[in-house]
DNA sequence: AACAACTGCTCAAACGTTAGAGCAGAAACG
DNA sequence: CGTTTCTGCTCTAACGTTTGAGCAGTTGTT
């Protein structure tokens, strides 16, 4: 690895020189001569800036970390996308990190920060993560930009508009004609669950429509926790004709323990979920979803991330823009 | 943010004394008191060591690069897993790269190695990269281990028994009591798809079974080219009664298109894949798929970056164990 | 008693980079 | 012509860490 030092010696100036040529440093003062010189000498050594050795006197690494509770998960790895496409743009690198079961979050954080592998985060915590273990995480000053969350003493946050996403996906239901229409929410404590919880059921009282208190469920966002619901959505009598599935991954769990249980879909039961991604294309019948903007959020995260380290302004958006879209499939039909 | 400064300062010694006791130097020569103070003062300041000075100083920065094409496949997110517990084992840090159609992994991969931003990389390629491209980075001497490929001057590599796989998957339809197997498979100069074609043939030479050369298309390993495989083979005559699809996403969108076009699985047709993913359980009908082993792949792969760094060992690996494993779901059945 | 060997530390240099200060020589100005 | 200003560089310190060398003081050996 050729250093400033090795271009230096070839182009026959002083490592000075040669660093503020081509980090191009604003009043560099060197002749167009030189300037060639080194240039040529560097791109003949093939040099590279070396990271350490940048960050070390910069105290700065241009990068950001991006923490999600699940890299499996096809919404978090559209968020991904975006975040490092933004990213890039600035001139930042991404660097990915876990906040499972194993490790909530805390630990992992706490070591990117300390070390200064990172100069700020995005961060979205699992549902299972309680509120407490992260007080002291966002109590220190740094750059930490929560996503699809947000928390009392707020410290930034980029959040979808998942109250309109939850509005829109049941007023189709309505639309169809629905009336005795469930909702299998999150678990009670998620912050997402939450406000989708309010944009179901304001668009039923919107509609003037009243259903028992035992049509939601909040079992949570899995696949596993999808099949569940629907059991006990259609032990209760009256039925539900159809039903709002707060996540896309529930909703594939859901649906796919319909069709076990011999439950037709859309015929017997219309689905439509919250969230749309590949796999909601691809399940059978393909589920009508609304498209939250998950590519968005990660920018937008990764935005605010770095305007926090450059400038210290903090925020807390909603995505509105795209607003959240309906995409109708063949999961949801007229109630029969 | 504590430096060892700060720390020597507080337990009153020198910088030297805390270095040693807190990476602890085999050979410290601190006392049992000294010691003492200098992790209490550690603990006191929240020190953490910096990670730009440490890296500048050891020219090691114990992180190792994950590249791969597509981070949305649920296959490479598998793998990822697998990367990231081996590297945790084992004091590293995965740095995630993308190598998707945009920047074609060569960029990516010269800048993480030549900034010194990783000791070492575990790259795999897409189907669409040409080897040629990837010659001159595998010819400097970084630590590169290439994953699901190989390379004629080879570096280093870990591959899956994909021959072994496509095989179990084949001889799956044979036992069933199919005769007219077809095989979707990737594109015809991907390292995967030769070894998974030679497993196909096999596994039918070996029952005396001789199928159409039509019988195998070779387009490729997305949802699409799944779609497109379908129509391909079911426009044959005879019609094959059984797919042995090379790619879980493939043979997702290879299911819903027989859906769409009226084909019932596994009634009229049976649809294996090779691989498995939670994608293939929550299809319908669920997908009969060979596991293939992706998370020690990744594991496999990160140790093998983590030998080549350390000891300079290179190795050509093929995971055997655990071997490829039959799901049976309900994609297959016998021919009608 | 003289010296070696060990213990328990400290000093200082180095990794590659950036950036303020400095310094010759040339050009501009009175 | 003497002074100032500008140009085109170089010198040097610093970021936080590791680590070989060094150095008192103590213990052990002959």
Redesign the interface.
């Known amino acids: ?1 050729a250093t400033l030092g090795d271009v230096a010696a070839r182009a026959g100036v002083s490592i000075s020189a040669v660093s503020r040529v081509l980090s191009d440093a604003p009043d560099s003062r060197v002749s167009a001569a030189t300037r060639e010189r080194i240039v040529e000498a560097a791109r003949e050594l ?1 040099y ?6 940048r ?2 006197k910069s105290a700065r ?1 241009q990068v950001v970390g991006l923490v999600v509770p699940d ?2 998960n ?1 919404l978090f ?2 968020l ?2 975006g975040a ?1 496409d933004e990213a890039t743009e600035r001139g930042y ?4 990190g ?1 906040s499972d079961d194993v490790r909530p979050g805390g630990e992992v954080i ?2 990117l920060i ?4 990172v100069d700020g985060m995005a961060l979205q915590v699992g549902d299972a993560v309680q509120p407490a273990g992260l007080r002291d995480l966002l109590t220190t000053q740094a750059p930490i930009v929560l996503v699809n969350s947000s928390n009392p003493g707020h410290v930034g946050s980029v959040t979808l508009d998942d109250h309109q996403g939850a509005l829109i996906a049941t007023r189709h239901l309505l639309e169809l004609g629905h009336q005795r229409i469930a909702f299998a929410n999150g678990l009670p404590r998620s912050f997402t669950a939450k406000r989708r919880r309010t944009g179901y059921k304001l668009a039923l009282a919107a509609a003037g429509v009243r259903v028992p208190k035992a049509y939601e469920t909040r079992i949570g966002y899995t ?1 596993d926790n999808g099949r569940t619901a629907l059991h006990r959505l259609m032990a209760l009598d009256p039925r539900p004709t159809g039903i709002v599935v707060a996540n896309v991954n529930a909703a ?2 859901l ?2 323990e319909a ?1 076990k249980a011999g439950i037709r879909v859309p015929d017997d039961l219309s689905v439509v979920t919250v969230h749309d991604s ?2 909601a ?4 019948p ?1 589920l009508t979803a609304v498209k939250m903007q998950f590519y968005t959020v990660g920018r937008t995260a990764v935005r605010s991330v770095i305007r926090r380290i450059e400038t210290g302004e903090t925020s807390d958006e909603v995505i509105t823009d795209p607003p959240p879209e309906l995409v109708v499939r063949e999961s949801t039909a007229p109630p029969r």
Chains 1, 2 share one sequence.
């Open positions: 690895m093939n590279r800036p070396n990271f350490a050795g960050a070390l690494t890299i499996t096809a790895t559209e991904m996308h490092e690198t991404v660097l990915l876990r706490a070591r300390g070390e200064g592998r696949v594939v769990g649906l796919g069709r590949w796999t294309e691809n399940t059978w393909p």
